[in-house]
Nanobody, 120 residues
Framework: QVQLVESGGGLAQPGGSLRLSCAASGSIFSINAMGWYRQAPGKQRELVATITSGGSTNYADSGKGRFTISRDNAKNTVYLQMTSLNPEHTAVYYC??????????????WGQGTQVTVSS
């Protein structure tokens, strides 16, 4: 089995920063893309950013210029550095990983989510 554990959420003031982390563990052979998604109250889950194993990144328009996704392949960990936060960024942020397990089967995994609240 594979687990994704997120950390780093919390309360930030407008204009502030937060760094989210997501560590994958378990029966992992390799991980293709990893990413962050978010879900605000009453809204559907939406893409924030993704990163391939080779480091290619993709951002939703809302995060371009203020969010940076990165990963440490040796640690099976993905990060999201968020800057210039505003209340519209308040949401539960979910980590996602496309995992090839040790039995060479493929599955898509999600973390449990971490709350990010931007408020003064």
């Amino acid at each position: 089995q594979v687990q994704l554990v997120e950390s780093g959420g919390g309360l930030a003031q407008p204009g502030g920063s937060l760094r989210l982390s997501c560590a994958a563990s378990g029966s992992i052979f390799s991980i293709n893309a990893m990413g962050w998604y978010r879900q605000a109250p009453g809204k559907q889950r939406e893409l924030v950013a993704t990163i391939t194993s080779g480091g290619s990144t993709n951002y939703a328009d809302s995060g371009k210029g203020r969010f940076t996704i990165s990963r440490d392949n040796a640690k099976n960990t993905v990060y999201l550095q968020m800057t210039s936060l505003n209340p519209e960024h308040t949401a539960v942020y979910y980590c996602n990983a496309e995992v090839i397990r040790t039995d060479l089967s493929f599955s898509d995994y999600w973390g449990q989510g971490t709350q990010v609240t931007v408020s003064s």
